[in-house]
């Protein structure tokens, strides 16, 4: 069966300090894969896409970063977070069934 | 460019009422999907249901309801006899075209349902 897999589930860092967020999925292969942030209160956005290795797509101007080294992971970075960086971090992959499949989350807190 | 709205932020019913969550779209595309999904407090979202543009008919899944009216460009959500475990923010979404490589999703605000005992 297909799974997403998604950590840390929480992280607090410091403003300016670089930041790392993991996805895998299982069960699937090529899948077209989804970052998705939810700011305090309110909807989901999407910050980025890739429909396959090495391939981004960059929905809003900011201050991370994404890529997809391997076909099954998906990675979301910063250099130096800012406190607006703060949120729940959601990944998400797409099949024919359902649409979109989230992962559990990362609930990430900038102080 | 695609829009959802849900213009309910909170809704507190009392357990064993219906309540109806609202969902209002905008869309240039003939083929699109409708998605609804439940956000409890743990955080993780739960797939509810996804409706296709062309398929109106409305469904029934238990407690749960959908009424898709193209007309009125909404897809709204209902659950019957409400219990405490219903307690969660419902998000309504929209993708454009087919799911697939570009199948962003637009997602509404969210509405966050207590149920009270």
């Known amino acids: 069966s297909q799974t997403i897999h998604q950590w840390p589930a929480t992280l607090v860092q410091p403003v300016g300090s670089p930041l790392s967020l993991e996805c895998t999925v299982e069960?699937?292969?090529?899948?077209?894969l989804y970052w998705y942030r939810q700011a305090a209160g309110r909807g989901l956005q999407l910050l980025f896409y890739s429909v396959g290795i090495g391939q981004i797509s960059s929905e809003v101007p900011q201050n991370l970063s994404a890529s997809r080294p391997q076909d099954r992971q998906f990675i979301l970075s910063s250099k130096k977070l800012l406190l607006s960086d703060s949120g729940f971090y959601l990944c998400?992959?797409?099949?024919?069934?359902?649409?979109?499949?989230f992962g559990s989350g990362t609930r990430l807190t900038v102080v | 460019a695609q829009k959802v709205t849900q213009a309910q932020t909170e809704i507190s019913v009392v357990e064993k009422e219906d309540v109806t969550l609202d969902c209002v779209y905008e869309t240039r595309d003939t083929t699109y999907y409708l998605f609804w999904y439940k956000q409890p407090p743990s955080g993780e979202l739960v797939f509810l249901i996804r409706r296709n543009s062309f398929d109106e008919q409305n469904e029934i899944s238990g407690r749960y309801s959908w009424n898709f009216q193209k007309s009125t460009s909404s897809f709204n959500f209902t659950i019957t006899a409400s219990q405490v475990v219903d307690s969660a923010v419902y998000f309504c979404a929209l993708s454009e075209g087919n799911t697939g490589a570009n199948s962003k999703l637009t997602f509404g605000k969210g509405i966050t349902l207590s149920v009270r005992p």
């Open positions: 069960g699937t292969s090529n899948p077209n």
């Open positions: 998400a992959w797409v099949d024919d069934t359902s649409g979109y499949t």
